[in-house]
């Protein structure tokens, strides 16, 4: 069986995540075709499928169009057959000259750090910085704490989006943070209005308690706007903080 998936002008990591989400409930030897836009997608589906030991390939289907193909479960053959063309794309049924699989990617690329072999395509995306750092010895469970608005150092508008898709691919992962941080600038992506609020439900939802400074929506003046999570203190931020397995500081 094919697969589907049209992700042509949807941010990142929205084609990764809803590939992944696809082939979880596809059987050995079904296909997932993405639609997407733009090289960088094409090259984090690659690495997407190296990392998991697929079997992969793209064409280019026209001018700002790529179909990435993934066959769920099992590393490639030794026959190194094409994957089924589908329904084909705006120049017909696939012509790619070849398939690649883990075993092609060298193993920057397989760790995300950079391009898969044999694809035509090199580039390494980054989403801003990270910081992950050791909790309390017996410590129990992973803090994220978020404060600011926007993710990196540089254009505003693109460290919101950054951190927008940030949460979006939180709510993708099988294990979830115990409690996500909120403070002085990041205290705005919890209130009416915010783009991130959606997601940071489905978070509370799955489980993660949302913490936001009160001193911060006061000083913003958004207290009576908080939409998700419970308002805090810094007492108890601090002793979250210092009594988290790991925190993670974005």
């Not at 079997?55 to 190194?80: D, F, L």
């Not at 978020?146 to 993708?172: C, N, P």
């Not at 939802?205 to 308002?231: F, P, W």
């Amino acid at each position: 069986m094919i697969y589907q998936i049209d992700a042509k002008g949807r941010q990142c990591p929205i084609p990764v995540v809803e590939t992944k989400k696809a082939l979880a409930g596809a059987a050995e030897g079904d296909v997932v075709e993405t639609l997407v836009d733009n090289e960088i997608a094409v090259q984090n589906l690659e690495k997407m499928a190296a990392q998991k030991g697929l079997v992969y390939s793209h064409t280019q289907e026209g001018p700002g169009c790529w179909r990435v193909r993934i066959k769920a479960g099992g590393a490639a053959g030794a026959n190194g057959a094409v994957l089924p063309a589908g329904n084909g794309g705006a120049n017909g049924p696939d012509s790619s000259a070849g398939l690649s699989n883990a075993g092609s990617v060298d193993a920057a690329a397989a760790a995300g750090n950079g391009s898969a072999a044999g694809t035509g395509a090199a580039g390494t995306v980054t989403g801003g910085a990270v910081d992950g750092n050791a909790g309390a010895p017996g410590g129990k469970g992973t803090v994220v704490v978020i404060s600011a608005d926007h993710m990196g150092e540089g254009d505003e508008g693109l460290g919101r989006l950054l951190v927008k898709s940030f949460l979006y691919a939180l709510t993708s992962r099988d294990e979830l943070p115990e409690t996500l941080i909120l403070y002085n600038g990041g205290a705005k992506l919890s209130v009416e209005g915010a783009e991130t609020l959606e997601d940071l439900k489905v978070l509370e939802a799955g489980g993660v308690e949302i913490l936001t400074c009160g001193t911060c929506l006061n000083h913003y003046g958004l207290t009576e706007k908080l939409r998700v999570g419970s308002v805090s203190n810094m007492y108890a931020i601090c002793e979250k903080l210092m009594t988290a397995a790991k925190v993670v500081k974005i």
